[in-house]
């Protein structure tokens, strides 16, 4: 029954992505006077993706065509070990939240390297930003959440969540460190403004777009998938550990209905506020980041160290 | 019979040494063949100038590879049976026998030394070819391999001070001669004397270290040195020393200088087993030191090694960054692994002496766990840096390229490398940083309000290592396999043809992805060292079953490779049958889009140095960068310019720091102690007259 649960929220999770990601593009949208295509046009081009033909450079080698299906996997794995709906899940046991964030090193390492298998500048300039910045903002993430695992003293991620719920509202100063280091890292990591832009392809700002600029067809779909697979994970990241109120903690099909719909709420509004920075904030210059990295690390070990003052019990 | 296989295993790498001197012996042996008039017609063939030499080097590397085989059965037994035993050769001083004793932990080294060795021999025929000529005979090549590893071997076996410094210089004069073996070019002797003036420094201070020990107690023997209860002050003075001589075999920052300089120029095999070998006993002895001998540990201990490790991490991984010298890279690289397992030892020297020795044991394991795991990644990238010299006569990362359509078996191989020394789930890598950070996050339990507060920022620092590793092995594997080749040298290099170098790195690449998979076989074995050295070893560590890793309880944390890797099959399959199954979309291959001017160069790619280019300037103090671009000008008023010049160069702190200081002290002392060498005779007979008054006077 638990893996049963597990697997259709992994499954659950793949399929509401691309509406989260059409959710966003409506709201900014609508913020910017401009008129909103459907809400279900990732899934529209998606499938079109999937129909057409790939064309790939006679440079690339088996690693550019493999690369797609090993990041899909590996993101999907990713989704497997958060909490979705309900916690108590068997796949958070299996894969803790440091092995969800090798996932992320998993599909990021070979998205450098595909970036850098045609031999283009494109790809090459793009794996060197990636790689620059998510070596800054994973160590940050990882603080991040370590004040969350040393509050719940477990790295699971459900037995965290849970253990979260059961306190109650309890406002912890470590947690808002740790809450807005998260924020920062997730905009970072999934490629928003203002690090980076996912709707240009202005060669003197892009980053994850530099690196995926050769692909096409069935590949492009799995990495576009994976990408706004990805930003819903850091959603529902941020909507779960620090307001995990509406999650299931038993399986009857009723507290399953109501986690679902709390998460979409929570998603929703996660989604308005992205919408509203993406609005009104610019994007930075690329030697910009670190500084806004550093500052994600700083907050996110400030959190660690808060907890460990303030509020460890000995 | 444990301990015949460990001899065996000694005589076995000493003998195969010994063999190798037959190489230049082919005339006497003919002369004496023809004398004796056997007229065996295959033996007679053997003694051909080619077969000769092969043969020779097979059955060299047949030996150590025997050697490494039962160095591999030693270990194992030992570990199973869990036994310590102890024996007395009568070789040596004649009122100090040697004193040999073979327990876990020296049986886990045992382990990993086997393993590298056996690869190694595996790989040795094939790469070793090429040294045939005179200028690299190979019967110094192989006389010295093998004394290397019998003196590896010998030092995880000696149970006495003596004994063992004997063993460790015969490791580190070997290793001098491997080093060295290349000596036709200055660098090259440069590296070498610089690594023999650091390891003779080091031994110095490891003698030392025996000696605060032994001036407190009866002998020489490693028993009759536990028994000695030192104050706290001599136990650090002691432990400072041994730091320091272990320390620098180790390559910890800053004495870490000999191993980007020797790594280089010995021929890959050999750098192979000196980084991923020699290392770990270096470390072994510093376990040894600290953990046995000296008893109680203290945690001032743990946080020298823990601030010396974080140090030695991000500074070693930083500085493999810039690395264009890919040998170089590996060696700075290896930095950055002996960081990381000097700071989770650290955590467990901290735990330890705050009175929790199971967490020591989890942080005793993760070192150890990575020692191991690094003995292996680090052995396969070295034995690929060596595949791809010998195929493309280039370790310059800047001029390779493409070489994943050239090499396909070399690369998968070294990706696996590259993987898991990125510390990527489902490699070896991973498992050891797993457990490393489950050791930080323990920190709860201690008391100390530093401590508390230091442990998390060395794990900040931990992550951003692990980070770094992945962006410059992505760096590696990108400039050398992917993209178009940058030189000729890498248009004409053709797949390894030799199975044997296959092989051996084949076996490595299949045990860092086993041992990701199954950590468990491993972990098991080092419990029994932590139980038998710590006293302690992990709570319910099959608490789920063999398939999970659970180090400190199911519920705090538990890892179960083998389900993540199905779960990484099923949506793989899916996602690839689901996209396959419609005909009218096979891949069409096309001309790469060069935004329409025509012909992209290989020199519109990403050079190693345009990659690394965002890390250079985010973290600048760290190298002293020299960049400059020179401008050929032409014309009369200079307005032409003909040919631009981009120069990079990227050095060591540690080298103004601490090592010129150093040399300029030594000169100027050498330059004032030269007045008194006169060369006149009449004042050295004065210089003996005036100390033979002043003997005079003391004694009356």
Redesign the interface.
């Known amino acids: 029954m638990n893996w049963l649960i597990a697997i259709l929220q992994t499954i659950l999770f793949v399929a509401l992505s691309p509406l989260l990601a059409g959710w966003v593009k409506c709201c900014k949208c609508w913020l910017q006077n401009r008129k909103a295509p459907s809400i279900f046009q990732p899934y529209r081009d998606l499938l079109k993706l999937t129909y057409k033909q790939p064309v790939v450079s006679e440079q690339a080698s088996w690693l550019f065509i493999k690369a797609p299906y090993v990041i899909f996997s590996a993101t999907v794995l990713a989704a497997t070990v958060v909490p979705l709906i309900a916690v108590d899940l068997p796949t958070s046991a299996s894969a803790d939240v440091i092995v969800m964030v090798g996932f992320f090193a998993f599909a990021r390492f070979f998205l450098a390297l595909a970036g850098l298998d045609i031999g283009t500048a494109f790809g090459g300039m793009g794996s060197s930003r990636e790689m620059t910045i998510s070596s800054l903002a994973e160590p940050a993430m990882l603080m991040a959440i370590f004040t969350l695992t040393m509050t719940a003293s477990t790295t699971n991620l459900s037995l965290a969540i849970a253990h979260v719920l059961n306190e109650g509202l309890i406002l912890r100063p470590s947690f808002v460190f740790a809450l807005s280091a998260l924020i920062l890292v997730a905009v970072a990591e999934t490629g928003r403004i203002p690090v980076d832009n996912p709707s240009t392809h202005l060669e003197l700002t892009m980053i994850h777009e530099a690196m995926i600029l050769e692909y096409s067809g069935r590949h492009l779909a799995l990495i576009e998938w994976a990408s706004q697979l990805k930003l819903m994970l850091y959603g529902v990241l941020i909507a779960n550990i620090f307001f995990p109120w509406g999650i299931a903690q038993s399986f009857n099909p009723q507290d399953l209905a109501y986690g679902l719909m709390a998460i979409m709420a929570k998603l929703a509004v996660l989604a308005i506020v992205l919408a509203i920075s993406e609005t009104l904030v610019a994007k930075m210059r690329l030697f910009r980041v670190q500084e806004y990295l550093s500052f994600a690390y700083l907050l996110g070990l400030l959190g660690m160290l808060s907890h460990i003052i303030l509020e460890a019990s000995r | 019979m444990i301990l015949i296989l460990a001899y065996s295993a000694v005589i076995l790498s000493f003998a195969s040494g010994l063999l190798a001197l037959v190489m230049n012996q082919r005339l006497f042996l003919l002369d004496w063949f023809e004398k004796s008039s056997a007229d065996n017609e295959r033996l007679a063939s053997c003694l051909g100038e080619k077969q000769f030499s092969s043969l020779v080097q097979k059955a060299v590397f047949m030996l150590l590879g025997l050697s490494g085989v039962f160095a591999v059965l030693a270990g194992l037994s030992v570990l199973i049976s869990q036994g310590v035993v102890t024996d007395q050769l009568s070789l040596g001083l004649p009122w100090l026998p040697w004193h040999v004793r073979f327990d876990c932990l020296s049986g886990f080294f045992f382990l990993i030394v086997g393993i590298a060795v056996s690869a190694v021999s595996l790989y040795g025929p094939g790469y070793v070819k090429s040294y045939t000529d005179s200028q690299h005979p190979f019967a110094v090549l192989g006389l010295f391999t093998g004394l290397f590893v019998s003196g590896m071997l010998l030092v995880l076996l000696a149970d006495d001070a003596f004994f063992f410094m004997i063993a460790w210089e015969l490791m580190s004069v070997a290793s001098y001669f491997l080093v060295a073996f290349q000596h036709e070019h200055a660098a090259n002797r440069r590296a070498a004397f610089i690594y023999l003036l650091m390891a003779e420094v080091g031994a110095l201070a490891i003698i030392l270290g025996f000696g605060v020990l032994a001036s407190f107690s009866e002998g020489f023997t490693f028993d009759a040195l536990r028994q000695v209860q030192l104050s706290a002050n001599w136990a650090s003075i002691a432990f400072v020393l041994a730091l320091l001589g272990f320390g620098m075999k180790a390559g910890i920052v800053p004495v870490h200088v000999w191993l980007p300089e020797a790594h280089p120029v010995a021929p890959s095999h050999i750098s192979a087993l000196m980084s991923g070998v020699m290392l770990k006993v270096a470390l072994y002895g510093l376990i040894r030191f600290c953990f046995d001998l000296l008893g109680e540990v203290h945690w001032q201990w743990g946080v020298v090694l823990l601030i010396l490790g974080t140090i030695s991490a991000l500074g070693g991984i930083l500085y493999a960054m810039m690395q264009p010298n890919l040998k170089r890279l590996l060696a700075y690289s290896s930095v950055e692994n002996i960081g990381i397992i000097f700071m989770v030892l650290g955590l467990a020297m901290i735990f330890m002496a705050n009175g929790h020795p199971q967490l020591a044991a989890l942080g005793f394991l993760a070192a150890l766990l990575h020692a191991f795991n690094h003995a292996l990644f680090k052995n396969l990238l070295f034995l690929g840096a060596g595949m791809i010299h010998h195929q493309t006569h280039q370790l310059n990362i800047d001029l390779m390229?493409?070489l994943?359509?050239k090499m396909?078996k070399t690369s998968v191989l070294f990706?696996i490398g590259c993987?898991s020394i990125?510390?990527?789930?489902?490699f070896n890598g991973?498992v050891s940083e797993?457990l490393a950070?489950?050791t930080a996050?323990q920190?709860?339990v201690l008391?100390n309000?530093v401590l508390?507060?230091l442990i998390?920022?060395a794990?900040?620092s931990l992550?951003?290592t692990?980070?770094?590793a992945?962006?410059c092995f992505?760096?590696v594997?990108?400039?050398i396999?992917?993209?178009?080749s940058r030189s000729h040298h890498c248009d004409n290099a053709r797949e390894i043809q030799d199975k044997g170098m296959l092989a051996g790195s084949g076996l490595l690449a299949g045990l860092c992805f086993l041992f990701g998979i199954f950590p468990g076989l491993i972990i098991n074995l080092i419990n029994k060292v932590s139980g038998q050295l710590l006293g302690a070893s992990l709570p319910n560590d099959a608490a789920?079953g063999w398939l999970?890793l659970a180090p400190v309880s199911?519920?705090?944390?538990?890892?179960?490779p083998p389900?993540?890797l199905t779960?990484?099959l099923i949506?793989?399959c899916i996602?690839?049958w689901y996209?396959r199954r419609?005909p009218?979309?096979?891949?069409?291959?096309?001309?790469?889009?060069?935004c329409g001017f025509g012909g992209?160069t290989?020199k519109?790619?990403?050079s190693c140095s345009?990659?690394?280019?965002?890390?250079r300037?985010?973290f600048n103090k760290v190298w002293i960068i020299d960049e400059r671009i020179d401008k050929d000008l032409r014309g009369a008023m200079n307005q032409d310019v003909a040919a631009v010049h981009y120069h990079l160069e990227v050095n060591d702190h540690s080298w103004p720091l601490l090592y010129e200081p150093i040399e300029r002290g030594v000169n100027t002392t050498a330059t004032i102690v030269g007045r008194i060498q006169t060369g006149n005779i009449r004042t050295y007979l004065g210089y003996s007259f005036a100390t033979l008054i002043l003997m005079l006077w003391v004694i009356s």
Request: no cysteine; hydrophobic share 55%.
């Open positions: 390229g493409g994943i359509r396909p990706l993987m990125s510390s990527l789930p489902l991973f797993w950070f489950q996050l920190v709860d008391d309000g508390r507060s998390p920022v794990a900040a992550a951003l692990a980070a770094l992945a962006a992505v760096k594997f990108g400039m396999f992917l993209g178009q789920l999970w199911a519920n705090q944390a538990s890892y179960a389900l993540v779960g990484a949506a793989g996602s690839f996209l419609n009218a979309t096979v891949i069409r291959h096309a001309e790469t889009w060069d992209l290989p519109m790619q990403y345009a990659f690394t280019m965002p890390f300037r985010i």
